[in-house]
């Protein structure tokens, strides 16, 4: 949707401070229940082909836990995420 409007990847909203890929990231690490079949790959692939920039920094940042590693353990998001 994004994509189609012609928004700006890499713009931060206002109450977080995140990006669309950021926020993307965070769905993927923490899904909804009611979030069945989730397309996160799909949607990184998509973001990061239209010039978003991956905050390496906000994913390996220490309030992030163990995010950096679950990313690198699954071989779809790391591919989305380094094209």
């Known amino acids: 949707m994004l994509l189609k409007a012609n928004a700006h990847v890499n713009v931060k909203e206002?109450?977080?401070g995140g990006t669309p890929l950021g926020w993307a990231v965070y769905g993927w690490d923490n899904p909804s229940p009611d979030f069945k079949n989730s397309k996160y790959v799909e949607v990184l692939e998509h973001l990061v082909g239209a010039s978003a920039v991956v905050d390496w920094?906000?994913?390996e940042s220490a309030n992030r836990g163990a995010l950096a590693a679950r990313l690198r353990a699954d071989t779809g998001m790391m591919t989305a995420l380094t094209r």
């Open 57 to 59: 920094a906000w994913i």
């Open 14 to 16: 206002n109450s977080h």
